[in-house]
């Protein structure tokens, strides 16, 4: 399984949602910016449902998504390196106008999708945001 190169966008939100797509910028050390339109959707976590013994042999029915309240998106950017980058959200707050959340500093790191005794796949950032109320 391979993974994309490029930074994961958490943004945690009032109760109310508002945003739907955000403006990325992505500026690495030389100071070369991209701006990239990230389409959001809502996030989640996983819920453990638990097992119906304690012996091993007992069934377990796995997980359930629940939604968390929070938009995710991921900014593709080829060329990321393990140095760090400024990033910048943007987004339309409705009659407010533009908010802008950041600059943030992220270091990418090499991500292992299969797990961490398997090979590293691509370099992989993230950046976890509130959008003030």
Do not use: K, W
Request: proline residues 11%; glycine residues 16%.
């Amino acid at each position: 399984m391979g993974a994309p190169t490029g930074i994961s966008i958490t943004l945690v939100q009032p109760p109310a949602p508002t945003a739907r797509e955000v403006l990325v910028t992505v500026c690495d050390a030389p100071g070369t910016c991209t701006d990239t339109t990230v389409r959001l959707r809502p996030g989640g976590t996983t819920v453990d449902l638990g097992c119906s013994g304690t012996a091993p042999s007992a069934p377990c029915s796995g997980g359930q998504g629940s939604p968390d309240g929070t938009l995710i998106g991921f900014v593709d950017r080829d060329g990321l390196t393990t140095d760090p980058v400024t990033v910048t959200i943007t987004l339309d707050s409705g009659g407010r106008g533009e908010q802008r959340l950041g600059p943030y500093q992220v270091t990418p790191t090499r991500f292992h999708p299969n797990g961490p005794d398997c090979d590293a796949g691509a370099l992989q950032g993230s950046v976890r945001a509130t959008i003030p109320s």
